[in-house]
């Protein structure tokens, strides 16, 4: 096995620092990019330090030659495996966080079915074995990702070839000395138990733009910062606000500032100053505008008849284009494309694109684009699943505005602006 260290920088998004107290398992991915290398990888989290692309990172990756790369130090915490929902054999097995114990490797692959050179695939299973022994773990601590998500169809090759999975486990259980391997479970829908918490939550120790937005929203609903300010920096007195913040809230009082104390504080500027909202939940600096709210209630109704397919939480249909419908739609498009759901519009999301036009339409479809022009205060006049004229008059409109081709169609580009 050739190991080279090349740890990515500390950041919030793929290298928060947070210790690993005690390892209780291996998770296997893919990059889900066939043929890229595990360099571009490695460089590819180490670009989430900028905020764009959202969280993500993981331990190790494996290259096509067999090369393994470490991003980040074993006793220091990814985001490999963060989700809204978790199997149970997940929250039995690790913890209601799976991320605080689990080290994630990531393997490189050949294809769009997650084939990979017979390189990778041995080293995968040196790596997981070396790793099992050194922290007194089984080849039953194994997880593929989707084992621990339920939703997720990672490493796509194993979740699609499960007798290959067993098969490799068993690899790794012969070198570690253990037994016969089990069956791979099998995931269902009805497995999944939803977790509130999920990645994003800030901790006395954290520092950076978060920590300087959450002190600004502070502020603003009036709990003082007398000696610090907005210094970005999470010490003890932001800590004291927080917890002075989440008694008047009324919801646990423990400095951390997780989904129910962000949730809670907007609440509070709200009522106080409502025309902040959308400086406060603009989503990667991109503006969005209140739209109709009746189209987008029924919208956000519609997205969540597929949260369990698309693994998001049930949206509160309050009318209002935020971060979570913004997640949520690009989900549902995710599915009904038949790609990876991760919440990302990458490049394969975008090469996915259909061509929807007039008459020329699945109901699902339509509705989507109907919501997301509401989304982006365009009116299709009714949320009705029929792409008619008035739907691509609101099209037409939405193209003009953010100058691409004006065709009232809806394929790539368009799919692009509306995410
Ligand atoms: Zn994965």
Redesign the pocket.
């Known amino acids: 096995m050739n190991k080279k260290e090349m740890l990515i920088t500390p950041n919030t998004y793929s290298r928060p620092q947070r210790k690993i107290k005690k390892v209780k398992g291996i998770v296997w991915?893919w990059v889900a990019n066939p043929n890229s290398s595990a360099e571009a990888n490695r460089n590819y989290f180490e670009n989430r330090k900028h905020g764009n692309t959202g969280y993500g990172s993981a331990h190790y990756i494996i290259d096509l030659d067999g090369q393994i790369i470490q991003v980040l130090p074993e006793d220091e915490m990814g985001y490999?495996v963060g989700s809204y929902t978790y199997t149970k054999k997940a929250l039995t097995e690790l913890s209601s966080y799976p991320n605080n114990c689990t080290i994630g490797i990531e393997c490189t692959h050949v294809d769009s079915k997650g084939n990979m050179t017979d390189e990778t695939r041995q080293t995968l299973i040196d790596l997981t074995a070396s790793l099992l022994e050194k922290y007194d773990l089984s080849a039953d601590d194994i997880w593929l990702?989707q084992e621990v998500v339920g939703w997720?169809d990672?490493h796509r090759f194993y979740v699609n070839n499960p007798s290959e999975y067993k098969k490799d486990k068993q690899k790794v259980s012969d070198v570690v000395g253990g037994g016969k391997i089990k069956d791979p479970i099998k995931v269902s829908y009805d497995d999944l138990e939803t977790d509130e918490d999920f990645v994003n939550y800030l901790q006395n120790g954290d520092a950076g733009d978060k920590v300087g937005k959450l002190q600004e929203k502070l502020i603003k609903a009036g709990y003082k910062l007398p000696k610090y300010g907005v210094d970005k920096d999470f010490g003890d007195e932001t800590e004291k606000a927080v917890r002075a913040m989440q008694k008047d809230a009324g919801i646990t009082v423990d400095g951390l500032y997780g989904q129910d104390s962000g949730k809670a504080l907007n609440k509070m500027l709200d009522t106080k100053s409502p025309n902040t909202r959308t400086s406060l939940n603009a989503y990667n600096s991109k503006k969005y505008k209140l739209a109709s709210k009746a189209g987008l209630k029924e919208y956000q109704t519609f997205l969540n008849t597929f949260k369990d397919k698309a693994g998001f939480h049930s949206l509160a249909t309050d009318g209002i284009y935020g971060r979570k419908t913004r997640d949520a739609s690009i989900r549902v498009y995710q599915h009904l494309a038949r790609v990876s759901v991760d919440g990302i519009f990458g490049k394969n999301s975008k090469a996915a694109a259909p061509i929807l036009k007039q008459g020329k339409a699945d109901k699902n479809w339509t509705y989507l684009v109907q919501g997301l022009l509401y989304c982006h205060s365009r009116d299709p006049k009714g949320f009705d699943g029929i792409y008619g004229s008035n739907t691509t008059s609101a099209v037409k409109s939405f193209q003009r505005a953010k100058k691409i081709s004006i065709d009232g169609i809806v394929g790539k580009n368009t799919f692009d602006k509306f995410f």
């Open positions: 991915h490999h990702h997720k990672c």
